[in-house]
C-alpha cells in the first residue's frame, strides 16, 4: 500500500467551548468542587472528541466517579503534607524521598488510566506494566542529575520519552520508538548555548537593578499594615509587574523551544504497526500563541481561556499527521482490566507533567 | 418508526462501517448495514451524554457501538432509550446561548459573593481561632527582616523615647489590648514616616512618624490604628484570605500547571490589594472610637494623615486608588473626621 498523509484536524468551535466551560465553572462553584471531576471529562470528551483522524474522532471514557476517588486521595495526601512541613519542615525531605520512591508507579498508573479511557474508533489505547523500567527512568536517573551537572538531563528526557511511547499500544498493536540520545543531545545544545547568553545577559541589564528597586520599594509592604500614606504604591506594583512579565517571557521562550523541538522530535520517531507520524510546530508560532492567549486571558479576566484553548489545541492538531502505509481499519482490540485514576489526579496535584 | 444513519464499530476491531439504525414500534432497535444485520432489545441500549455537537453514541450490550452526527429524530431516538445521565440535561444548558448567559452572570454573580463576603467571614472565624502563639515566629522573622535589611536602631533620644513608652503604655493599658510589643527604628527615607503592626503583636513606629508628629494625640491615634489591626488580627486575616482567594481562581481560570495560572495572579493582585484596603478603613474606625472614648478629636489622626499625603505628594487618584493598598488618604481623613 502506498505511503498516504492523513492530517489530524481539529473540529472544536470557540463558542461551542465557551458554553461547555461556563457551565462547568457554575457547577463546579455551586457544589464546591465536587463536579470537577464531570467538568473534567467533559472538557476533555470535547477535545478528544473534536480530534479526528480519518474522519474518525478519538474520544475519552474515564469515569467521573474514579477520577473523584483519585482527587480525594490525591487532596488527602496533599493536606498531609502541608501540614506536616509547616508543623516540622524536615519532613519536606522525607516526603521527597518517598515521592521519588513512588513516582514510577503514580507515572505507570496515570499512563494506563489514560491510555486505557483514549479510544478511536471504540478501540482502546494501551499501556504496559514495567515498573522496573518505570523505576529506573523517574527515580534512578534523576538522582544522578547533581553529580553530572545536569549532562544526564537530555539522556534522561530520552529515556523517559522512550519508555511513554514504547510502553504504548493501539488495541494489540504496540508502539515503537525510534529515536537516539543523540537526538536530544542535539536539542538541548542549542538551549545550553542560549541560555548561557540569556542569563549573563538578564542579570547584568535587569535583574540586579530592578530586584534593588524591587525590594525597597516592597520591603515597606511586606508584613506590613502601615499607617501612613502609601509609599510607591505604583513603584512596587510596576516593578512586580516588570518582574512578573520578565520571567514569564524567558521561561515561555524557553518552553516553547522545547516544547516544540522535543515534540516534533518524539512524533516523529513514533512507529506504529509500520504508519509514521510527523509533526512540524515551530517554536516562534508556539511562543506567539502562548503569549497572546497569556494577554488576552489576562485582559478578559479569564473570560478568553476557552478561545485560547481551542486555538493552541487547533495549532498543534494542524501540525500533526500520519504517515499511513497500512491503513487504519485493521487495528484489533486488546482485554484489559480496569485501571483507577489516583495515580494520574496524584501526579497532576504535585505538579507532574507526563503524558508525550 | 426512526431510521437514523449512523456509523458502526463492532468494538473488536478499528473498521467503521455505515449503516441504517432502525427503532421499532415493537420495542427493537436494528442496525442494518452491508453484510451485517443486528437486533437489540431497546432496554439493553445505553447512551453516552453528549458533549457540545459531537455525534451522539448508542452503545450495545456486545460492546458495539453506533455513532450518529445531528440529524431530525434524534432527540427522539434518544429518549426512548430507558435510563438517560443528569449530563443531559448539562447538554441541553450549553447549546442554549440563554442559559449560557444566564450561566456566565451567575457563576460572576456566585464568584464575586464568594470573594466579598464568603472568604473574609471565613477568614475572620478561623484568624480568632489560631492562638497568638502561632503568629510568634512570624513575627520574630518578620522584626528580624526589618531590622536586616532596611532598619536601623532608633536615634530618638533616649528621654523621647521612655517618655513615648510611658504614654502608650497607658493608652494600651485603656485599650485592653493584648501584649503589645512596641520598637522604635530607624528606617531610612524610602519608609519614611510611618508605623506597621507586624506577626504575634509587634508595632515599630519609625523615627521619622515620631518626628513628623507635631502632637502627641496624634501619635495615639496612629498607635490605636496599629492596634485596630492587631486585635482584628488583621495580618493572619490577610495572609487566609490570600492564600484562599489565590488557590480558588488558579484552580478555576486553569490547571494548576498551566500557564494561564500567571493570568490567574492579576485578578488575585487586585482583589488582594482591595482586602487591605478593609483592614485599613476597620483599623481607622478603632483608632477614631478609641481616640473619641479618651476625649481627643479623631481630627488629630487625620491631620497627620494629611500632612504625610502632602509630602509624599502622593497623587493617587483613578486606576491607582483602586490598585493602592490603602485607601485614598482623602477618603480616611473624610472617614475619620466625620
Redo the contacts between chains.
Sequence with gaps: MEQSKLPFVFTGKTTEFFGIWIVNILLVIITLGFYSPWAKVRTRRYFYGNTVLDNSAFDYTGDPLAILKGYLIALLLFIIYSVSIRLYPPTQLIFLLLLLAVMPWLVTRSMIFRARNTVFRHIRFTFGKSYGDAFKVFSGLPLLVPFTFGLIMPYLVYRQKRFLVSNSGFGTSPFSFHAGAKDFYKVFAIILVFMLIAAIGIIVAIAIPAYHAYLDAANGKAFAAQAGGSPDVMLVIITQFVMMGISILVWLVFYAYLEARINNLVWNSVELAGNRFSSALRARDLLWIFMSNLIAIICSFGLLVPWAKIRLARYRLGKLALLATTGLDGFVKQEQENAGAAGEEIGELFDIDIGL | MIKLPA?Y?D??????TAVELCFDDSGRVRVAGPQLEHSYDIASVKSKPR?????A?FIFPDGA?CEVSDHAGLEDALQLLPKRSF?DI?HK???NLM??VV??V??LG??FV?IQYGIPFGAKVVAYRIPQEMENS?GQN?LE??DN??CKPSTLAAAKQRHLEKLFSGALLKMDASPIQLQFRDCGK??????????SGII?FTDK?VQEAKDDRELLG?LA??VG?VRNR??MR?ILENSVTGLL?V???????S??S??????T?LVQAKF?RD??TE?DNYAKQFLKSQGISPAYLANL?ER??KQ?E?K?SGI?GF????PL?KDRIKNLTH
Design positions: 456509523i464499530y468494538g473488536q476491531t478499528s473498521q467503521p458533549v457540545g455537537s459531537l455525534p453514541q457501538v449530563q448539562v444548558i450549553e447549546n442559559a449560557i450561566s456566565l451567575l457563576a456566585v464568584l464568594i512570624l518578620a527582616f526589618f535589611t532596611l524610602k519608609i519614611g514616616a510611618n508605623a506597621f503592626a507586624i506577626p515599630i512618624m496612629v490604628h496599629e489591626h488583621h495580618i490577610q481562581l484552580l478555576l481560570t486553569g490547571d494548576v500547571s500557564a494561564s500567571f493570568a490567574a495572579a492579576v485578578p493582585l487591605s483592614f485599613e483599623a494623615l504625610l499625603s509624599q502622593n493617587a491607582i490598585l493602592s493598598s490603602h488618604t
